[in-house]
């Protein structure tokens, strides 16, 4: 790796300010500047794309301290003194993928999240798009286990019985005279792994997508893309590798690590120590903190912030599938210029965009945000207007400065693994990517002993019941055999009482307001939990027997309500 | 010292300024009927306000009740009878219109439930 | 399959006046009503000044509510509560309602449909309202509810969005119930709400109300620690550098209601986007031959005695229906409105008085509403002061004068020197 043309670009950009180290395949960065931009753009200045020499990037922020990761309130000791063969730290979307493969061995599998539920970070806020791949470079690990991971989907999604639709991409060119270039393009698609495509002329995208701009003039379709609820599918993934054996420990924050002689001998949480004999790396924006104290730092994670925008049912009438603009893609960033998107739940959603954060776990969201993404997406979709919007959310984003996923061994400690910078397409290469580190973990263990498969692996999640959607015999027949599933109490999504008890009694514990939605959908609909909250509040009470101020929105000490209204004792 | 008002006696909604004088009397500009007038003097001199509010009860179904003051009670008696109101606990069936408090505060006033516990 | 003359859809005060009054005409009438209990939005509205126009009572809402259930509970309307209406559709000479309930799917065929199913509130995000998502923000309906009907305080240290009936309201039902409220903010330039609200809710317990200003943005983990407010400009846009944070536990929204609509828009009843109710005729009639409309769903309402008005004359309506043919002229509403109810007149159909609803879309002195048709003038009033959030009454006698096919109503609005 070249060394000097590097420190040239650093010194021309920063002076003596920034300092570069090449040793033990890394690239170390050091020194001071003035904003976390600046330091950001030191590290994308040494980064080759898809290498395997990492930047480390040590570069301090003048006057500036990074903020503490939150950590759960409390300790007890859940985990204290176990001793599972694996612990995954993370349970987003990578982490339950791959305590679910592991589950098909016989092995003792703890997972643990720092939160509250699973999915909670990266998971649950993005566009849920299984990406074809399309401006993926061959050559890079993400494209590879993109591929890999978007061909699992099909039969993944029908297992867990998550709702998934290969509804296909357009891409849309404002210029007619791309068209030829883009029949030629179709065999190096299909040899690239991004699948079959078709090209659509204005007329013929016209009929498929009426409310499409004019300035369209031509589409190439990825019919490999496709649409699929994030968080439902984290969920699917961590109830079925719970189902299967797996031991799921939420509030569960990773504090420390003992590493002795390369080896990692205890994992300090809050709620106790654990000696796990390897350890699985899905910490998302915190894989960089997980590596440092395992003592295997090896690579940066720079944060990326994106904000979506989801439009009220509606404004689905106007698309049928997802579309995106070749051009709204900003050449300084490197993550997608977003899209339109209609998800797995018949809504709209706009987004995301793209903005480096030094804040990791910061999901405001702004107005800025919102509007400059809604006048980008409203040249390919000039429907697209802000009246619609029900919701927003914000995401940060993995990613390391080459760009590119980690997917391997440590490289100093000899019993970690790392899934890290997994940033988009990481909900499409999740199942490829648990397949490869499952691979990885039972040739590490495979050292120390034998591992077996598991025979009684059953890959099938039982179905959340979604009555609404069932047809009407079905629905009766449901009904007749319980009759909470005819009292609804969502009115916007059609949730009934049934459907949120039952959601509270699924393998994974969900029994917070922002829990069950989550899971069942009340107050996601247009009045956003205005008049069914007070019901989820008193079925949840109900239901686990608590006081009504003790039921919780979503984290500890989120309690909507704050007791009865006063005795005489209050001061009125 | 002048007090704004708003007078809310017919929906002209006139805004009034009123101020309490040495001599007792009330002095009102703004209006543009008599009603104003009484209106802006008795709510500088003993202003009178409804209360509603709810009161608690042992039904799991229903754990407040609504209730009302049957009529008006001075201003400055709406806390006292809030604190008299907020000691007490309903333990029987009430319905619309019963008296659940016969005199609240020595206002001569009766508290009145105004839903039936009994859908 | 259970047949009906007339389905009224929503058990609140509109839906219930109107089962009534279908009832009295001798239809075979169904309510339906999806909560536990009949009385809509009106159980939680512990407060008074409700029928004073209507009973000559000041009442609570609760009380209000349950003089008409106490009526409905004595006809031979079949009322189905804990029911919701999954599907709708109109067939060759009726409509055919899919209902969900404890007891199972059950499709029923209506002659006549009448939509009573009220509003929802707008949300934090339908403002723009950014930041965190902790616990601790509520729609003020959501509020009440928590207060009144579960018995349980939403809050201890609370900010309110929105001058609006609801949030003043709330701000002295949570003051008398020992919270602090430290303030009502409102974007508009003037309070929304009614004045005998402004005065018994806010003034009478000191609580200020900055015009002019919104909440931009929500501050807090789990629970709300602050909110941030700034100034706003003729737009209603925040003012870069006027922003100020407030320290609190709790953001209540009262920043709208708005007509639910979703059966309407399932039978492709035409929509008013001034009202983001239906398109009625002066018999509360929509464009869709048979299908009804009243109460808040058609338009947002100050006063549940014009709620009841307007239930009573659709379900009377809707009960004497047949298919026949309307004569429908439109009436329009000038500068100056920001609506009128109805939007069409059946002159086939001119009973001995129609009533109209306007409001004014800015607030006025003295101001002249005149009625033309076909550009002459019919019908002239003067009044005193004009309010957006006062709903305007008129009864008028339209009889008598000739109307042709392509004849027109309109409202034209003049304010007058003072």
């Not at chain 1, 030629?184 to 792994?193: A, K, M, V």
Request: charged content about 25%; proline content about 5%.
């Amino acid at each position: 790796m070249n060394i000097e043309p590097r420190r040239k670009a650093l010194f021309d950009a920063f002076g003596d300010a920034v300092k570069l180290e090449h040793k033990n395949g890394c690239l170390y960065l050091s020194g001071e500047v003035g904003s976390w931009d600046e330091a950001v753009r030191a590290g994308l200045l040494c980064a080759e794309s898809g290498s395997k020499t990492h930047v480390v990037n040590d570069v301090a922020v003048r006057g500036f301290t990074p903020p503490v990761t939150k950590t759960p309130a409390f300790t007890d000791t859940a985990v204290d003194g176990k001793s599972p063969d694996v612990l995954v730290i993370g349970a987003g979307v990578v982490g339950c993928a791959i305590a679910r493969e592991l589950a098909r061995w016989k092995l003792d599998v703890l997972l643990v999240e720092k939160e509250y539920d699973v999915s909670l970070h990266a998971s649950s806020r993005n566009d849920g798009m299984v990406h074809p791949g399309i401006d993926l470079r061959p050559g890079l690990l993400k494209k590879k286990l993109n591929t890999c991971g978007n061909r699992m989907y099909t039969k993944i999604c029908a297992e867990l019985n998550v709702p998934f639709e290969r509804c296909g991409q357009y891409l849309c060119f404002k210029e007619k005279r791309k068209l030829p270039a883009l029949y030629l393009s179709r065999p190096y698609w299909l040899f690239t792994g991004s699948g079959r495509t078709k090209v659509y002329t204005y007329k013929s995208l016209q009929r498929r997508e009426p409310h499409i701009s004019p300035d369209i003039k031509c589409a190439l379709e990825f019919k490999s893309a496709g649409i699929v609820c994030p968080y439902g599918l984290t969920i699917a993934f961590a109830e079925n590798a719970v189902q299967n054996g797996v031991t799921l420990s939420l509030d569960t924050a990773v504090l420390g690590m003992e590493v002795k002689d390369g080896r990692i001998t205890a994992v300090k949480t809050n709620r106790g120590t654990v000696h796990p004999k390897i350890v699985i790396n899905a910490a998302g924006v915190f894989a960089g903190e997980i590596a440092s104290m395992a003592g295997d730092r090896f690579f940066s994670i720079h944060p990326r912030r994106g904000t979506n925008a989801i439009l009220d049912k509606k404004a689905k009438r106007n698309i049928n599938t997802i579309y995106s603009l070749m051009g709204t893609q900003s050449k300084e960033t490197h993550t997608k210029g977003g899209g339109v998107v209609s998800t797995a739940d018949g809504n709209v959603l706009v987004g995301p965009d793209a903005v480096e954060t030094p804040f990791k776990e910061n999901f405001e969201t702004s107005a800025e945000s919102i509007f400059g993404t809604f006048e980008r997406q409203r040249q390919s979709a000039p429907w697209l207007t802000q009246r619609d919007i029900i919701t927003y959310f914000t995401g940060v984003r993995a990613a390391t400065y080459e760009e590119d996923f980690i997917v391997e061994a440590g490289r100093s400690t000899k019993n970690i693994i790392h899934a890290a910078g997994i940033q988009s397409p990481g909900l499409t290469a999740a199942p490829a990517i648990a397949v490869r580190i499952s691979k990885l973990a039972v040739k590490m263990l495979g050292k120390t002993g034998r591992v077996e498969k598991n025979p009684g692996f059953d890959p099938v999640r039982p179905p959340i019941v979604r009555p609404a959607a069932l047809c009407k015999e079905d629905r009766a027949a449901l009904i007749a055999r319980e009759p909470d599933y005819g009292e609804i109490l969502c009115r916007c999504e059609e949730v009934s009482r049934g459907e949120i008890i039952a959601a509270m009694h699924r393998p994974v514990p969900c029994a917070t307001v922002d829990g069950i939605k989550r899971r069942v959908r009340p107050g996601m609909g247009r009045c956003q939990g205005g008049f069914c909250s007070p019901l989820i509040i008193k079925l949840i009470s109900e239901t686990l027997n608590i006081p009504e101020e003790k039921v919780r929105k979503g984290t500890q000490g989120s309690e909507p309500l704050l007791g009865p209204k006063g005795g005489p004792d209050e001061n009125v | 010292m002048k007090k704004e008002l708003i007078c809310i006696t017919c929906p002209n909604s006139c805004r009034l300024s009123a101020e309490l004088l040495d001599d007792g009397t009330v002095s009102v500009t703004g209006n543009t009927c008599k009603r104003g007038e009484t209106f802006a003097e008795n709510e500088l001199k003993h202003p009178m306000r409804s209360l509603t509010t709810t009161v608690r009860t042992t039904f799991p179904k229903m754990p407040v009740l609504p209730v009302r003051t049957k009529g008006e009670i001075p201003k400055e008696m709406l806390r006292p009878v809030m604190r008299i109101l907020s000691s007490l606990v309903i333990d029987r069936e009430i319905q619309s219109g019963d008296v659940i408090l016969s005199d609240a505060a020595g206002t001569g006033c009766e508290i009145i439930a105004t839903l039936d516990m009994r859908p | 399959m259970k047949t009906y003359d007339v389905t009224v859809i929503g058990g609140g005060p509109a839906g219930l006046a109107a089962a009534i009054s279908a009832e009295k005409e001798g239809a075979r009438v169904l309510l339906v009503e999806r909560e536990e209990r009949l009385g809509g939005v009106l159980k939680q509205c512990i407060h008074d000044g409700f029928g004073i126009i209507r009973f000559g009572e000041k009442l609570s809402g609760c009380e209000y509510a349950t003089r008409f259930i106490h009526e409905v509970l004595k006809t031979s309307v079949e009322i189905s509560c804990l029911t919701f209406v999954s599907d709708i559709k109109k067939t060759a000479s009726s409509f055919c309602l899919t209902l969900v309930k404890r007891g199972g799917l059950e499709d029923i065929e209506t002659k006549s449909v009448v939509l009573a199913t009220g509003c929802r509130e707008r949300t934090a995000r339908q403002v723009a309202i950014h930041g965190t998502r902790p616990a601790g923000v509520f729609t003020a309906g959501t509020a009440q509810y928590f207060l009144n009907v579960m018995g349980q305080m939403p809050g201890k240290k609370c900010v309110i969005l929105g001058s609006g009936d609801i949030g003043l309201i709330m701000a002295r039902r949570l003051t008398l119930e020992g919270a602090e409220v430290l303030g009502v903010y409102e974007a508009k330039s003037t309070p929304s709400g009614l004045m005998r609200n402004l005065s018994q809710c806010l003034y009478d317990f000191n609580i200020p109300l900055h015009l002019s200003q919104t909440v931009t943005e929500v501050h807090g983990d789990a629970r709300v620690t602050g909110v941030t407010v700034a100034e706003v400009d003729e737009n209603m846009r925040p003012v870069t550098g006027t922003e100020k944070y407030i320290d609190c536990d709790t953001l209540i929204l009262s920043v709208g209601l708005i007509p639910e609509n979703e059966l309407a828009e399932k039978l492709g009843v035409a929509l008013d986007m001034h009202t983001k109710g239906a398109v009625c005729d002066q018999k509360y009639m929509t464009l869709t031959d048979g299908v009804f409309s009243c109460g808040n769903a058609l338009h947002v309402n100050d006063l549940a005695d014009y709620v009841s008005e307007s239930g009573e004359e659709a379900g009377r309506n809707a009960a004497r229906y047949t298919l026949r043919e309307r004569a429908l002229i439109p009436v329009t509403a000038g500068k100056g409105f920001l609506y009128t109810v109805p939007q069409r007149v059946d002159t086939n159909a001119l009973g001995e008085k129609t009533v109209f609803f306007f409001r004014a879309a800015e607030e006025r002195e003295i101001t002249c509403v005149r009625l033309l048709l076909d550009g002459n003038e019919i019908m002239k009033k003067t009044y005193r002061h004009l309010r957006p959030p006062e709903m305007e009454r008129l009864e008028l006698d339209l009889n008598g004068y000739k109307y042709d096919n392509g004849s027109g109503l309109e409202f034209v609005m003049e304010e007058l020197p003072s």
